[in-house]
């Protein structure tokens, strides 16, 4: 069964808003953990412009299942990773000016700085996914660079419809073939939503999804429980189906 990890970044959005106390991520984690997520991500940027530093350091004592830590090939995030010690660490690129990450790692152009900050990472023990598209040659750059797993970029499918989505399943089916053969462990995410999703989760060997956006959106309406129940449910009939 493909787990679900829930990112609550947008709840901290929120609170950053007004720079108050609530909504506060750690609640709505604890929360998303009794809806059914078997972990919660949160991106902790350079900008602290959701997540902040304290954010992390109590959801590592209370989250009870996997914690992924996204952040940028940084030396501050990586003695901060090393700190902490979440579950996993994902490595995504990152530009100030951006809304939401734009697409997978440069692997290639930045092999060897990201090979030196797998290698830190996985020395202090913590598990290390890079976020990369979905081609053959940044899967063999992450084996090469010594990456546990890799996380396909789904941004392109989940942008797109019709025919082209069709197309970038494809291409996401073969980035996950591809990437098991060669013994990397493999999840997906970004711009997944309640429309979209199955057809990615019945892709087969798939370790995990990683989700936010449109659990949090629809949680503004439903509750948070509700939202990553229904989310899991359709993550778990596309299993059963596939």
């Known amino acids: 069964m493909v787990i679900l990890g829930v990112n609550v970044d947008h709840v901290a959005t929120v609170r950053q808003a007004r720079r108050t106390f609530e909504p506060d991520p750690v609640m709505a984690a604890s929360l998303a953990i009794l809806g059914g997520a078997d972990g919660i991500t949160v991106h902790l940027r350079e900008d602290r412009r959701h997540i902040q530093d304290r954010d992390l350091r109590v959801l590592r004592e209370v989250v009870p299942c996997e914690l992924n830590l996204e952040m940028a090939a940084t030396e501050e995030m990586i003695n901060i990773a090393l700190n902490i010690k979440p579950d996993m660490v994902t490595l995504v690129p ?10 997978g790692l440069n692997v290639i152009d ?16 913590i598990p290390v996914s890079l976020f990369i598209n979905p081609d053959r040659a940044s899967i063999e750059c992450s ?27 494809e291409r996401i089916k073969d980035a996950v073939a591809y990437s098991l053969s060669i013994g990397l462990k493999t999840n997906a995410g970004h711009g997944l939503n309640y429309y979209n999703v199955k057809p990615i989760a019945a892709i087969k060997g798939l370790r995990g999804l990683y989700i936010g956006h449109s659990i949090i959106a629809r949680a503004v309406l439903v509750g948070i429980e509700r939202a990553v129940r229904e989310m899991k449910n359709l993550i778990r009939e596309a299993c059963i189906n596939a």
């Open 94 to 103: 990152e530009k100030r000016q951006e809304l939401t990450t734009e697409g």
């Open 110 to 125: 930045n092999k060897q700085s990201l090979k030196e900050a797998v290698a830190r990472i996985k020395d202090g023990g």
């Open 143 to 169: 084996k090469e660079i010594g990456a546990d797993m890799v996380e396909i970029h789904t941004g392109y499918y989940s942008d797109t419809k019709g025919l082209n989505q069709l197309k970038e399943l």
